[in-house]
């Protein structure tokens, strides 16, 4: 079953083809990261006109690469897919028109996705994956421990209380003079730092919850504390990498143990983050199976929505 998929939630514009939920046909991104820079975050009114700018682009892209690469044509689609939330309105819109207008010339049905159970599903391309397993789901919009039990069976077991997770390292970047966005650069300079140079704060919380506004806190006072002094990027950039990846481990290790499901998974855009996925594999010495996405399927992509849109359609 071939599925076209497109993703518009945020600032990246993609499109892509995916056999049987897990084999790559045609994958295309066209990010954002250039316009929003210059406004320190994405600004959604913009994000909303560049997706209509470019989305005409990124289908013909990825039909062309299906064409050349397997001589796959718009007619062998039997579904079209959109992100439906959650995402900037404005954004979901384009894809999501984009999608239903492709479905309705092709006359094939019309899937919609959750964004979140997509950045799951990133770890089923180009693997074999199956569940259950325990995922940490790690974006610029939230962070979640998911037990998947199966493919379309999903369950929340723990969520943050304030601030996500690609959010805290966005800000943390930023009070650091870091641009935006600032997470990739944090985790580079990290690996230059002292990780122990510095003792940050983790939040006491209930099992079932995170918490980084005082830790983001914490970074703020001490960028302040060296006002007219150089500021030791790296060693700050490894400190806070290494408090906020061990709390997201231990948690999900808790929680793995607590539900006895001995296959550990991230997924979302802090997924690429070095330092975790180091930390994830680690866990192998204790007896846990880990996985986590390609790097190209961590951040906004389509390949992971079509791949959700084959798991949970109705069959
Ligand atoms: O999943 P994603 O592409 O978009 C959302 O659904 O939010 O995640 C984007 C987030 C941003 O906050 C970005 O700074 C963060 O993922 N990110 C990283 C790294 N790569 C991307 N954070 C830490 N380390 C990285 N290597
Ligand atoms: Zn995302």
Redesign the pocket.
């Known amino acids: 079953m071939l599925i076209f998929g497109i993703e518009t939630s945020?600032d990246e514009t993609a499109c892509a083809i995916i056999k049987d939920g897990r084999e790559v046909i045609s994958n295309v991104v066209a990010s954002q990261i250039k316009t929003h820079e210059i406004f320190g975050g994405v600004v959604p009114e913009v994000a909303a006109r560049e997706h209509l700018d470019t989305i005409n682009v990124v289908i013909n892209e990825t039909f062309e690469n299906a064409k050349k690469d397997f001589n796959i044509s718009p007619d062998d689609i039997d579904a079209f897919a959109s992100t439906v939330g959650p995402g900037l309105v404005g954004c979901l819109l384009v894809g999501l028109n984009a999608a239903k207008a492709l479905s309705l010339c092709y006359d094939k049905p019309y899937i919609g996705v959750n964004?979140l159970q997509a950045?799951v599903c990133a770890n089923f391309l180009e693997s074999d994956l199956k569940p259950p397993f325990i995922c940490l789901l790690v974006?610029?919009?939230h962070t979640q421990v998911i037990k998947v039990d199966d493919y379309d069976k999903q369950e929340i077991i723990a969520s943050t209380i304030d601030d996500a997770t690609?959010?805290v390292?966005?800000k943390a970047a930023r009070l650091m003079g870091l641009s935006y966005?600032?997470?990739?650069k944090?985790?580079k300079l990290a690996q230059e730092g002292n990780k122990n140079a510095f003792k940050l704060p983790t939040a006491k919380v209930k099992e079932n919850e995170f918490s980084f506004s005082g830790l983001k806190t914490a970074v703020l006072r001490l960028v302040q504390s060296y006002k007219g002094k150089e500021l030791p990027v790296n060693d700050i950039c490894a400190s806070f990498q290494e408090t906020i990846t061990t709390t997201l481990i231990n948690k999900t290790k808790f929680l793995a143990d607590k539900y006895n499901i001995k296959t550990i998974v991230l997924s979302?855009?802090?997924a690429?983050?070095?330092r975790l996925r180091e930390k994830l594999f680690e866990l192998q010495n204790e007896g846990y199976k880990t996985f986590a996405p390609k790097m190209k399927f961590c951040?906004?992509n389509a390949a992971m929505v079509a791949s959700c849109a084959y798991f949970n359609r109705i069959k």
């Open positions: 945020c964004h950045h974006s610029g919009g690609g959010e390292y966005d966005p600032g997470g990739i944090l985790d979302g855009g802090v690429a983050n070095s951040t906004d």
